[in-house]
């Protein structure tokens, strides 16, 4: 009994270690390339924020989200009653200080006929001279102020600078605006934008100035073609997206402001080694694949340099040969010389 239970021990430590079962390919030259498709919507290139120069209430708005504005209409109104009172009062005091500046006017030129015939001495002229000048700095400044006034007033109507459609409104009628607060936003008639949230890591793989094809959600039929326009400088903290505009190209009339579209961007074909970016691991902070032996059946961490990273692949431009087989699934729980059991033929 014992010599048994013996033998038995002798043979688990002997026991061949099990192995690890890894998914991996063999490496080929790819030049295939990747498509990605995104969902954004479509925006006027120009979008503009109106509002009102100075406070009030409003008293009325004209327009509301959809409707097509042209340059100079009427879109908002605030109450006028104070700047009309204010305009009043800069005229009343631009009159009276005009009549002062007539009379210091007319006494400097009699003033002046009195020095001239030696009857007045040269000090009197000079106060007559001092008195007209500072009432007609009175006067001007009057007129200032009036102008002023009247450009208030002014401010008191909205108007749309260049034509569009109303795409947002900030207020309503008897509210107390603050100067500068959005009252409408217009998109302004003209080029059109497909607007994305991109992935950073898409945009960073990007090539330069790709063709970007636009669809139709609904109508998948309706489409255009444009170019990135615009890359928002910052990431999106909330969403870790980058915001892309599109400038279409003779976008269709289907494609209206507001519209869900779809957007296909191809990165043309690498022309070297490409591997999934599962493959990737690290050693000593370095890029690094784990290489199957398929004469021992065991893998070894082989240092690699990467060129290019898409959101499924990864270019490697040295470190690794044609025929090599990586390890694509399984890499976090490897260790060097460790046999390995290959899932699938050629997987």
């Known amino acids: 009994m014992i010599t048994t239970l013996t033998a038995c021990r002798e043979e688990d430590k002997t026991a061949a270690p099990e192995l690890r079962p890894v998914r991996s390919i ?66 009343a005091a631009q009159i009276a200080a005009g009549a002062q500046f007539s009379e210091a006017r007319s006494n400097y030129q009699r003033q002046r006929q009195l020095y001239e015939r030696a009857f007045l001495a040269r000090a009197g002229l000079e106060r007559a001279e001092q008195v007209m000048t500072s009432a007609q700095s009175a006067f001007d400044a009057a007129d200032a102020q009036v102008g002023i006034a009247r450009r208030r007033l002014d401010d008191t109507v909205l108007e749309a600078d260049a034509g569009g459609v109303v795409t947002a409104v900030g207020a309503e009628a008897g509210e107390v605006v603050t100067p500068g607060r959005r009252i409408v936003q217009v998109a302004r008639d003209g080029g059109k934008d497909a607007v994305f949230d991109v992935p950073a890591a898409i945009v960073t793989a990007s090539p330069p100035d790709p063709e970007v094809s636009i669809r139709l959600s609904l109508n998948p039929g309706v489409s255009a073609t444009g170019r990135v326009r615009e890359i928002a400088p910052r990431v999106d903290p909330a969403t870790g997206t980058i915001r892309v505009r599109v400038g279409l190209i003779d976008p269709p009339e289907e494609l209206r402001l507001g519209s869900t579209v779809n957007g296909r961007v191809h990165f043309g074909g690498y022309g070297g080694i490409e591997l999934p970016a599962s493959a990737l691991t690290s050693a000593d902070g370095a890029p690094a694949v784990w290489i199957v032996d398929m004469n021992t059946g065991t893998v070894s961490l082989r240092p690699v340099e990467v060129t290019r990273f898409t959101p499924s692949s990864v270019g490697i431009s040295n470190g690794v040969q044609l025929g090599d087989r990586v390890v694509t699934a399984g890499v976090q729980a490897l260790r060097p010389g460790q046999k390995v059991r290959l899932l699938g033929e050629g997987s």
């Open 26 to 91: 063999v490496v080929a030259e790819s030049a295939s390339g990747e498509t990605v498709t995104l969902s954004g919507t479509v925006e006027s290139q120009i979008q503009v924020e109106l509002a009102f120069r100075i406070g009030g209430r409003l008293v009325e708005r004209l327009v509301n989200v959809g409707d097509t504005v042209a340059p100079g209409q009427v879109l908002a109104r605030l109450d006028p009653a104070d700047e009309e009172n204010a305009l009043r009062s800069a005229e």
